[in-house]
T-cell receptor, first 113, second 114 residues
């Protein structure tokens, strides 16, 4: 089984809808991250969490919110989706130092119409 | 803003040749990592080099780091068709000392021609 899983893998939604992307991990890591990837722009950090009680904004947090329900679960919400949030979204985890390898999920491809 | 910038943006070579990709960054770092991404899939960690290291090897991969020039290179020797992917460098955040996620470059798309 994969260490980092994301659901759904693909999602089509309409402008103004609220959607949630979910991430689960079995690596036992405290640190979890959400990134988005747009063509030609690499990955950009949306939010990150050092533990269940710690949530931090990343480079591009506007229009997004997150919830760390448990050590193993970190969800990303788009409160009112807009077309420029169409992107590939990745969840990642790392160990307590946060300075070492990050482990990525398979990604969620989101299309906002 | 992007911390790392890969060069070239795209590279096409023949199978068996060596592929070299470069990464430049802007601020101080603790380490620099290289990741591979197959089309539409998640990123996979390849190799990490710390700021006090100059060169590191892992199988067919060779990474160099020049902190004075704020640059790194990834060399893939004896390339194979399966090496076709996008390659990203990543640094440990703009502050250089925090664990607040990685900052990725835009990537080099490598194509290995059979």
């Amino acid at each position: 089984d994969a260490d980092v899983t994301q659901t759904p893998r693909n999602r089509i939604t309409k402008t103004g809808k609220r959607i949630m992307l979910e991430c689960s991990q079995t690596k036992g890591h405290d640190r979890m991250y959400w990134y988005r990837q747009d063509p030609g722009l690499g990955l950009r950090l949306i939010y990150y969490s050092f533990d269940v009680k710690d949530i931090n904004k990343g480079e591009i947090s506007d229009g997004y919110s997150v919830s760390r329900q448990a050590q193993a679960k970190f969800s990303l919400s788009l409160e009112s989706a807009i077309p420029n949030q169409t992107a590939l979204y990745f969840c990642a985890t790392s160990d307590e130092t946060g300075l070492e390898t990050q482990y990525f999920g398979p990604g969620t491809r989101l299309l906002v119409l | 803003s992007q911390q790392g910038e890969e060069d070239p943006q795209a590279l096409s070579i023949q199978e068996g040749e060596n592929a070299t990709m470069n990464c430049s960054y802007k601020t101080s770092i603790n380490n620099l990592q290289w990741y591979r991404q197959n089309s539409g899939r998640g990123l996979v960690h390849l190799i990490l080099i710390r700021s006090n290291e100059r060169e590191k090897h892992s199988g067919r991969l060779r990474v160099t780091l020049d902190t004075s020039k704020k640059s790194s290179s990834l060399l893939i020797t004896a390339s194979r068709a399966a090496d076709t992917a996008s390659y990203f460098c990543a640094t440990d955040g703009n502050s250089g000392g925090g664990a607040d996620g990685l900052t990725f470059g835009k990537g080099t798309h490598l194509i290995i021609q059979p």
